[in-house]
């Protein structure tokens, strides 16, 4: 099977290394303070350095983005959504527990930018006369004082055009997780004094369930049904809520809003430093905080993402792309560049793609999808709106035969997905290769075809043989036209990176960012073939390393043999730096009066923000995580475990899902928690001859433990942890680690430590006694 590599290095965006440089100017060695580090693309013809905070169109908001971005489109495919056919209830066993599932159309509704524009404006107008006049009555008021809209639903093609709207009306937005439940959606919703909600169907029952301890809700809008892809709210539901709320649906605003606005478009402009959008996370302990983001951060946003997106080509004027969806035929679609768009012809022929699509399917209450998808409207990506529990056949509420996966339809060529779910993918795409000796033989074979490719430079994948015969399957599940994949929000094994990007023959770039820093702060340069590490940071943004003399992590690290590199807490500066956390004025919260304070600081005539992790910078200008300053354990010899560390490292085995590592203070060892791979463990029991079945019997099994127990500690050896890392007992966790089972995780899977001690204490009672 050989042939030329399937993406040779000459077809990526090219630039030269190093990729981030020192100012050298600025290091601040009395302080602990390392020297800035710029995007090289900053520096100036004098040597000096200068970061990037407009855009060459000069729009200042997102509301100028959004009107920019349909000027020049007209009629360009914008957003696409699969409606909603019908809503299943099936039982996967006879008689037994029955799951819905979701039976779409096989064909995506594309709207153009003409078409989108309409729709966000007659909302607005519908809304501003259900809610008496809300933009209005708060137009003289500072963008802080204003009244706020709660966006209260899962991702759909309705939820930037509401958000869009109130944001038309200079009225911020509050996005709230879906996942954070009753008691954190109501203090959100009472923080902030909100008098309006968007609600869809599935979240609905938690604002019913808490409206009677929300004194200032007075409009709730309904998202979903009329021919949309969101299910339709039942009005028996609606009848709970307090009678003094007023009810309407998005779908009616709109049809109200067209009548009452005819042609025109009423908007007000906001400034960059008026607030957008206040963010809440869930964090890991105490009520979630809300990150307040200024149109300003998302301008910077836009800019930091305009090399990222180089490898979709938009520069270039491509005549279009074949190959439709499979019912349709081929078909041409242009979708054309910035300067030459305005030129496209007229709208798409039904069942016709654009030449990039990005798949819009992670939660929108999330700043890495929030902030993708208004770069994607800068730069006339089209929007296909989905769900991570539709995006393929395997999907958990997909109807199939039925229906397709979104992923298939749409035929993306830019995706964004979280370690976790690539993980997910691999594992999912592993277990059929190696379903048969064959498969399996010529699977590895072509892995280590695209391992030779990046070890000799030639490009990425295995040879367009290889990739046409083996990886062809794979790569229909997300609809075979990826050019890039980026991801964040946690680390990617190495091993697994090179894995997914032979797959599925395209660069996968981990980006590094936090919801206080707009998510793109950092990210890998496409050119850039080593693992582990994130990138440089953006062309609007600064990094910087402080001393952490207690970690033993110094930027006189680099003069150190044994490291080489320059190491400390990272800080994040620029116009990507957020304004803070939300407090209601009239009753400041102490706790998060000190956070704003010592989170948030002022250097060098700019803004930072500490995040917590622990960095290290190579010869490239390139930033690696290495740790985090609240994951490390102390032992009883004063030695520091990195808990994060150990835990993506037992992650690489194919029996564990997820993992935990934990130091009791005072205790002598590490303990490790694992949620299990239930075939993967049931494998283990078959080998060390166990006749456990079930996941709950494998769990407690003597010989299966010790199995696992020897697997594991062999794993360590292999990945040379020096002999305190090693995890000296093993708990396998018959629960589901999931926020919406259990709230052991995060909306963005990321672990939340307290609360899986405080769910496992009398297991570490039992493994400390």
Not at 142 to 170: H, I, M, N, P
Not at 471 to 500: T, V
Not at 643 to 672: C, H, Q, R
Request: aromatic content about 8%; overall charge neutral.
């Amino acid at each position: 099977m050989g042939g030329s590599v399937s993406l040779p290095v000459e077809e990526l965006p090219q630039s030269q290394p190093p990729w981030g440089l020192f100012d050298e100017r600025t290091n601040n060695k009395p302080d602990g303070y390392g020297p800035i580090l710029y995007n090289a693309q900053c520096r100036t013809a004098d040597g000096k350095f200068a970061l990037k905070k407009t855009l060459p169109t000069g729009e200042q908001s997102v509301v100028e983005v959004f009107l920019e971005s349909c000027k020049r489109g007209g009629d360009r495919v914008c957003a696409g959504f699969r409606k909603l056919i019908k809503t299943h209830m099936v039982a996967e066993t006879p008689g037994g527990k029955e799951f819905e599932k979701l039976e779409f159309e096989n064909k995506y509704t594309w709207l153009t930018c003409k078409q989108y524009k309409a729709k966000v404006f007659d909302f607005a107008a519908g809304f501003d006369a259900f809610a008496e006049k809300i933009g209005e009555r708060n137009k003289a008021k500072k963008s802080f004082d204003r009244s706020k809209v709660v966006v209260y639903a899962e991702t759909q093609v309705d939820w930037l055009a509401c958000a869009l709207a109130a944001l038309s009306r200079g009225l911020p937005i509050v996005t709230i997780y879906a996942t954070l439940g009753e008691d954190g959606a109501k203090f959100a919703m009472n923080q902030t004094k909100a008098e309006v909600v968007i609600c869809d169907s599935k979240l609905v029952k938690v604002l019913v369930a808490i409206a009677k301890d929300l004194p200032n809700l007075k409009y709730v809008i309904t998202m979903g049904g009329a021919g949309g892809m969101g299910q339709a709210i039942d009005a028996s539901i609606l009848a709970k809520l307090p009678p003094t709320v007023k009810v309407t649906s998005v779908s009616d605003c709109i049809s109200n809003g067209a009548a009452l606005r005819g042609d025109t478009e009423d908007y007000m402009t906001p400034t960059p430093d008026d607030l957008a959008v206040i963010m809440y996370t869930s964090g890991t302990t105490g009520p979630p905080k809300g990150v307040m983001m200024s149109h300003g951060n998302f301008v910077a946003c836009i800019v930091s993402a305009t090399r990222c997106l180089s490898i979709l080509k938009l520069d270039e004027c491509p005549p279009g792309v074949t190959g439709g969806l499979p019912d349709q035929g081929a078909k041409t679609v242009p979708n054309r560049c910035l300067s030459c768009r305005a030129e496209d012809g007229g709208p798409a022929a039904p069942g016709s793609l654009p030449d990039n699509v990005f798949m819009a399917c992670l939660p929108m209450a999330h700043i890495m999808e929030l902030a993708v998808e208004v770069v994607c409207i800068n730069k006339g990506v089209a929007l296909a709106y989905g769900s991570p529990h539709t995006l393929t056949p395997a999907g958990v509420k997909l109807k199939v035969p039925e229906s397709k996966g979104d992923a298939e339809l749409a035929q993306p060529t830019f995706m964004v997905l979280p370690p976790a779910v690539l993980e997910k993918v691999y594992a999912k795409i592993m277990e059929g290769a190696n379903a048969k000796w064959i498969s399996s033989w010529l699977f590895n074979y072509a892995l280590e075809q695209g391992d030779r490719s990046i070890a000799t430079g030639e490009g990425i994948g295995a040879s367009k043989i290889a990739n046409s015969i083996v990886f062809a399957k794979p790569q229909a599940l997300l609809g075979g036209r990826l050019k890039a994949i980026g991801s964040g929000s946690a680390p990617l094994s190495a091993e697994l990176h090179k894995a997914l990007q032979t797959i599925f023959s395209c660069p996968i770039r981990i980006g590094y960012g936090l919801t206080e820093t707009m998510a793109i702060a950092v990210v890998g340069e496409w050119p850039d073939m080593d693992f582990g590490v994130c990138g440089p940071p953006t062309e609007s943004c600064m990094l910087r390393l402080a001393d952490w003399p207690d970690g033993n992590y110094l930027n006189a690290d680099v003069f150190n043999k044994a490291v080489g590199m320059p190491r400390g807490e990272v800080l994040i500066g620029g116009p990507l730096v957020t304004l803070g956390y939300y407090q209601d004025p009239s009753n400041p919260d102490p706790e998060l009066v000190k956070k704003n304070k010592e989170e948030y600081v002022e250097m060098n005539g700019a803004r930072w923000f500490r995040t917590g992790d622990i960095g290290q910078i190579n010869r490239n200008g390139v930033l690696q995580i290495i740790d985090r300053k609240k994951d490390l354990w102390k032992g009883p010899q004063g030695e520091y475990v990195a808990l994060s560390k150990i835990e993506n490292i037992m992650k690489l085995l194919p029996f564990v899902d997820n993992a935990m590592m934990y130091g009791k203070t005072g205790g002598a060892f590490p303990v490790l928690f694992v949620v299990p791979n239930e075939k993967a463990l049931a494998a283990i029991a078959a080998e060390c001859g166990s006749s456990a079945s079930g996941l709950e019997a494998l769990c407690t099994d003597a010989k299966v433990a010790e199995a696992v127990k020897t697997k594991v500690n062999a794993h360590c050896k292999e990945a040379k942890m020096v002999a305190f890392e090693f995890p000296q007992k093993i708990h396998l966790c018959k629960d589901v680690w999931a926020p919406e089972i259990n709230e052991l995780l995060t909306a963005q899977l990321k672990l939340k430590r307290p609360q899986i001690v405080a769910f496992y204490k009398n297991e570490i009672d039992k493994m400390y006694a």
